[in-house]
């Protein structure tokens, strides 16, 4: 997945296809702007009404967003993306788990080339040293038609991530183990039964309770 800048313009093209290409850059990176500012609006407002949900939250911690352009036929960097956009946003020993339950997330954007446009929204929660984090995440592609400029790059991605901490006092046993479940099977590979898998939900979610 590549950055959306002059550096994609090819060298050798005359100044008025280098005009066009400076001038559809400029309007895909307005596109993506957009989508982010509305992406962030919409999930800043839900985690702030979030106190008759099942997760409420105590305090947004951060937020963060990013637009890229890549292939389908070639996606295999989309992890790559991910540690690029996660890095320092989330502790380094969780970077892995966070990357695998959004890549695990997100694949069907990428596998579907039917539709236009496409967003997943999804969640989950994470420990994070003395606090149990949420993070809300959406990501949206679109497909691009073809381009002297982004040959062979055919799809936009747009990613925006807000990282808030749980208000664990409101939160039940039981609904929690259901949304904690998959962060403990990326945690713990070696751990595939249920009863086991929710022997480690429970333990998290005594720490943060207590």
């Known amino acids: 997945m590549k950055k959306i800048t002059e550096a994609l313009i090819p060298k050798n093209l005359s100044d008025e296809l280098k005009n066009e290409s400076q001038a559809y850059m400029e309007t895909l990176n307005d596109l993506g702007k957009s989508k982010i500012n509305n992406y962030k609006e919409e999930i800043k407002i839900n985690l702030i009404d979030s106190n008759g949900k099942t997760f409420p939250v105590n305090a947004i911690l951060s937020v963060i967003s990013d637009i890229r352009i890549c292939s389908r036929k070639h996606t295999d960097d989309i992890g790559k993306t991910l540690d690029e956009i996660l890095k320092g946003f989330i502790i380094e020993e969780k970077e892995h788990v966070s990357k695998t339950l959004i890549s695990n997330s997100i694949e069907p954007l990428f596998t579907n080339s039917d539709n236009t446009e496409s967003e997943i929204k999804d969640y989950f929660l994470i420990s994070e040293d003395r606090f149990l984090n949420r993070l809300d995440f959406v990501c949206w592609t679109r497909n691009l038609k073809p381009n002297v400029l982004i040959e062979n790059l055919d799809t936009m991605f747009v990613f925006v991530m807000y990282k808030s901490t749980v208000d664990m006092k409101k939160v039940h046993a039981n609904d929690f183990i259901k949304a904690y479940m998959k962060t403990v099977k990326i945690e713990n590979p ?19 309770r207590y």
């Not at 070696?190 to 720490?207: A, F, G, L, S």
């Open 190 to 208: 070696e751990v595939d039964k249920v009863d086991e898998i929710t022997n480690k939900c429970i333990e998290i979610y005594k720490k943060y």
